[in-house]
C-alpha cells in the first residue's frame, strides 16, 4: 500500500518526468546520423487542413528532380477524372521514350502497358522513359504535356514552379520549392483519395526484377503512407514524405540533402515534430514576402569525389540507418507485380491525333517537263512554283 509520503512524493516527481519525456522526444528529434539537415529547404503541412507546422527556406526555388513526376500523376490523374483517357488505356513506348537515360524501365519501342501500370512504374520506379512515354499518351506530345503541367501549377497557386519535362531530368527552366510542392502533394491527396495508395507501395516487380521505392520511410517509420523522392546532381536528395498517426496526416518536404538517408532522416524528423504542432497560416496563404531566390545546382557538392567516398548510399531495399527515428525495415507485403500489355480501353484522342498527324512536309505535285493544261496551252514552270495547279473546267462543247 503506498504511503500519504510517497503518494506525495509521486505527485513531486510527475512534473520531473513529464520534463524528462519532453526531452527524450526532443533529443530523438533532433538527432540524426550526426549531419544537421535543419538548414534545408523544407516545410511540413497538416494534409488534411493545409496548416503550416514548420518551414525553413521554405520559398528558395529549387530543381525538383523527379519530385516532377508528382505532376505528372496529378496531371494524368486529372485526364483520367475528366475521362480523356481510362486506367486501361495504352502508354505506348515510343522512340523519344526508350532514349530517356537512366532510371528506366529499359521498355523495346512499341511495347504497350496501362495507365495504371505507367503510374505504379513511375512512383515507385520513377522510371524516366515511362514518364515520357505517359505524357505522350495523355496529352500526344511533351510540350503539349508540358503546358498542361504548367496551367496545373499556375491553377494551385504554385508561384515559383516553373516545368520542363514530365520526368525531372535536369533544366534550368524546371524548378519549384517546398511550400509548392506541399501544395501538390496535399492537392494528390485531397482531389485522388482513391488514388493514394500508390503512393504506399514499397516495392514493384517485373519478371525476375524486383525495384524498392527510394522512400526510406516506407517499412521503417510507423504510419508512413508516401510519397516521392528525386534526386540529380544539381539538386541533391530530394523528398516528399507523408504519414498518418491517430487520425493526424502530415506531410514533410525536404530538398537539397546529402543523401538518401539523411533526407530520410530529415524527413522523419519534420513528421514527428508536426504530429505535435498546430498552425495558424495554411499553405495557401503562406505566400513568399521577398524576391525569388533563384536555383542553384548543387553538382560541386553532391557528386564531387569526396561525396561519392563518403556517402552512404545503399539500395532502397536493403538500406540500414543509423538513427533512431527510423527502425529496420519490416518486409509487410510481397512486392507489387507489374507488366505489360493488358490493355483494355481506347488511347487519348491527343494520342491518335499525334500520332495520324503527318510526319514532315507534304509532296506537292508538279508537272512534267511540256505538260499541258486543259486548254491545250504549255504550264511555265513559273506559275506552279510554290502552288498547287487546280484543274479548269473543260468548256462545254
Known amino acids: 500500500m503506498t504511503s500519504q509520503r510517497d503518494y506525495s512524493l509521486e505527485i513531486g516527481l510527475a512534473p520531473a518526468r513529464a520534463l524528462i519525456m519532453v526531452a527524450m522526444i526532443a533529443f530523438l528529434i533532433g538527432t540524426g546520423n550526426g549531419r544537421a539537415e535543419s538548414s534545408l529547404p523544407s516545410i511540413a503541412i497538416d494534409a488534411d487542413n493545409g496548416a503550416v507546422l514548420s518551414s525553413n ?54 511495347t504497350r502497358l496501362r495507365v495504371d501500370t505507367a503510374l505504379q512504374i513511375l512512383v515507385v520506379k520513377s522510371a524516366n522513359d515511362v514518364a515520357v512515354a505517359l505524357a505522350e499518351s495523355v496529352a500526344g506530345s511533351i510540350p503539349l ?21 514530365p520526368n525531372g531530368l535536369h533544366s534550368s527552366d524546371q524548378y519549384s520549392t517546398a511550400r509548392d510542392l506541399a501544395v501538390l502533394a496535399r492537392q494528390i491527396f485531397t482531389e485522388f483519395p482513391e488514388f493514394s495508395k500508390i503512393f504506399a507501395v514499397p516495392a514493384i516487380r517485373y519478371g525476375e526484377e524486383v525495384d524498392y521505392s527510394y522512400n526510406l520511410l516506407l517499412e521503417r517509420f510507423d504510419g508512413a503512407d508516401g510519397m516521392k523522392t528525386g534526386f540529380i546532381c544539381a539538386s541533391g536528395y530530394n523528398m516528399v514524405a507523408s504519414a498518418t498517426r491517430n487520425g493526424r496526416h502530415v506531410i514533410a518536404v525536404v530538398l537539397g540533402a546529402f543523401s538518401q538517408t539523411d533526407r530520410a532522416i530529415e524527413a522523419a524528423r519534420l513528421l514527428l515534430s508536426g504530429f505535435e504542432a498546430n498552425g495558424a497560416t495554411t499553405v495557401g496563404q503562406f505566400t513568399r514576402n521577398g524576391a525569388p531566390v533563384v536555383p542553384t545546382s548543387q553538382r560541386g557538392t553532391i557528386c564531387s569525389k569526396k561525396a561519392y567516398e563518403t556517402r552512404y548510399d545503399p539500395g532502397a531495399g536493403d538500406a540500414k540507418i543509423d538513427s533512431p527515428l527510423l527502425g529496420p525495415r519490416r518486409s509487410s507485403t510481397a512486392p507489387l507485380e507489374v507488366r505489360t500489355g493488358g490493355v483494355d480501353a481506347p488511347p487519348s484522342e491527343a494520342f491518335l491525333t499525334a500520332a495520324l498527324a503527318p510526319k ?11 505538260s499541258r493544261d486543259v486548254d491545250g496551252e504549255p504550264i511555265s514552270p513559273a506559275s506552279t512554283l510554290n502552288a498547287i495547279p487546280l484543274p479548269v473546267k473543260r468548256p462545254s462543247r
Do not use: C, H
Open 145 to 165: 504535356f508540358v503546358e498542361r503541367m504548367n496551367a496545373e501549377a499556375n491553377r494551385l497557386g504554385m508561384t515559383d514552379s516553373r516545368f520542363a519535362n
Open 57 to 110: 527556406r521554405a520559398f528558395d526555388r529549387w530543381y525538383p528532380a523527379s519530385l516532377t513526376k508528382l505532376m505528372t500523376v496529378y496531371v494524368t490523374m486529372r485526364a483520367l477524372r475528366a475521362g480523356e483517357i481510362q486506367p486501361g488505356s495504352p502508354v505506348t513506348m515510343t522512340r523519344q521514350a526508350a532514349a530517356q537515360p537512366p532510371s528506366r524501365m529499359g521498355l523495346p519501342v512499341g
Open 360 to 370: 514532315g512536309k507534304i509532296p506537292v505535285p508538279r508537272p512534267r517537263p511540256g
